[in-house]
């Protein structure tokens, strides 16, 4: 059974890493990237926020009894398979999957520009993905 209590914690923070990531995407380019600060808190707030959806799916994954994710990317195909997310959604959180392992990963070849571009770009997929698990959870408390 969902824990919507686990859930309801892990949007909390989440809600609070956006919060924070909105700020970031108010600056102009040159001012996130004068900014060292600006940079590395961008791409921490990217990657936990991320991590956080991963989290939450892994939780309905398993509970559910929906699969075995192999890699992060899988626990979103099998929320898809089972008709939580939409089909655009899941590119979404592919990508975003990609770009935070890049960030984890690869932290020394990032182009900080995208980051910026990415927050700005993708800040709304964040409550799409929030949407999207809060229905689902109703359609099966209900």
Request: proline share 1%; glycine share 2%; with cysteine.
């Amino acid at each position: 059974m969902i824990d919507k209590q686990k859930i309801e914690s892990q949007f909390a923070e989440l809600d609070n890493y956006i919060a924070a990531i909105k700020e970031l995407t108010q600056l102009s380019e040159d001012e996130y990237i004068s900014d060292y600060k600006n940079i590395y808190s961008g791409r921490y707030l990217l990657q936990i926020s991320i991590e956080s959806c991963i989290n939450i799916s892994n939780h309905i994954v398993a509970k559910e009894k929906l699969g075995i994710p192999k890699e992060y990317a899988d626990t979103f195909k099998i929320l898809h398979k089972s008709k939580i997310i939409s089909a655009n959604l899941l590119e979404k959180l592919k990508l975003m999957t990609r770009f935070r392992n890049r960030v984890v990963h690869q932290y020394w070849d990032i182009d900080d520009k995208l980051v910026l571009e990415v927050m700005k770009k993708n800040y709304n997929d964040f409550f799409e993905f929030r949407k999207s698990i809060l229905d689902y959870i109703k359609s099966i408390t209900a």
